[in-house]
């Protein structure tokens, strides 16, 4: 089944703390992106990536970094973890941009920073 | 920047009716929006999408209208149904890898 996968679907940590939220697609989509989700904001945009090797900032990269070694898998990484950052994210992926039919969320990571 | 927007929070039905989503958005420049639809606990999923060299577009059951004079955009859902309900984003794109801009979010309930 065409997919992806993110991995937690809950997590609860301390502040400081480093924690990488994985996210994987078995597609073959060169597109990939991570969402965080809040109440009365929507979803917003941290980081996208084009394809391999290549990442970029998206509206909200404060606090986060991501990274692109192979074309399924799209960590997002949390260095030291603070309040602020307790939403849910979601990871996205596409053949070629967020435009379009295709474009895939996954399920979702609920991640509480205490 | 852009910023994409719904009308309202929550907009509850009665099952059979049909269903009216609104949207704002406030760049001229946006040239493609998509309606999202998002059950509790899952990702958005992908409704239907309107180019700007369109007015109207219709899928299974939705329709999209899009105004650009006033810069509205709409979600017509014909006999709604229980599984109808969600939350729908909009979103908005002036093109670009990183394009997409997500409205709010409206939570449409179904009354038996």
């Known amino acids: 089944e065409a997919q992806v996968t993110q991995n937690p679907r809950y997590l609860i940590t301390v502040t400081g703390k480093k924690l990488t939220v994985t996210c994987s697609q078995n597609m073959n989509h060169e597109y990939m992106s991570w969402y965080r989700q809040d109440p009365g904001l929507g979803l917003r945009q941290i980081y996208y990536s084009m394809n391999v090797e290549v990442t970029d900032k998206g509206d909200v990269p404060e606090g986060y970094k991501v990274s692109r070694k192979e074309k399924r898998n799209f960590p997002l990484i949390l260095e030291s973890p603070s309040p602020n950052q307790t939403s849910l994210y979601f990871c996205?992926?596409?053949?070629?941009?967020?435009?379009?039919?295709?474009?895939?969320f996954g399920s979702g990571t609920r991640l509480t920073v205490v | 920047g852009e910023s994409v927007g719904l009308h309202l929070p929550t907009l509850s039905v009665q099952e059979g009716d049909n269903s009216i989503i609104n949207c704002a958005y406030s760049?001229?420049?946006?040239?493609?929006f998509i309606w999202y639809k998002q059950e509790s606990g899952k990702g958005p999923q992908f409704i239907i999408d309107?180019?700007?060299?369109?007015d109207k577009r219709q899928g299974q059951r939705v329709t999209v209208l899009l105004n650009k004079t006033v810069k509205h955009l709409s979600l017509q859902i014909a006999a709604t149904q229980p599984g109808d309900s969600a939350v729908y984003f909009c979103?908005?794109?002036?093109?670009?890898?990183?394009?997409?801009?997500f409205g709010k979010g409206t939570h449409l309930i179904i009354q038996p």
């Open positions: 309107i180019r700007s060299n369109m």
């Open positions: 979103a908005g794109s002036g093109g670009g890898a990183d394009g997409l801009t």
């Open positions: 996205a992926s596409s053949l070629s941009g967020p435009r379009g039919y295709g474009y895939t």
């Open positions: 760049n001229s420049a946006s040239d493609y």
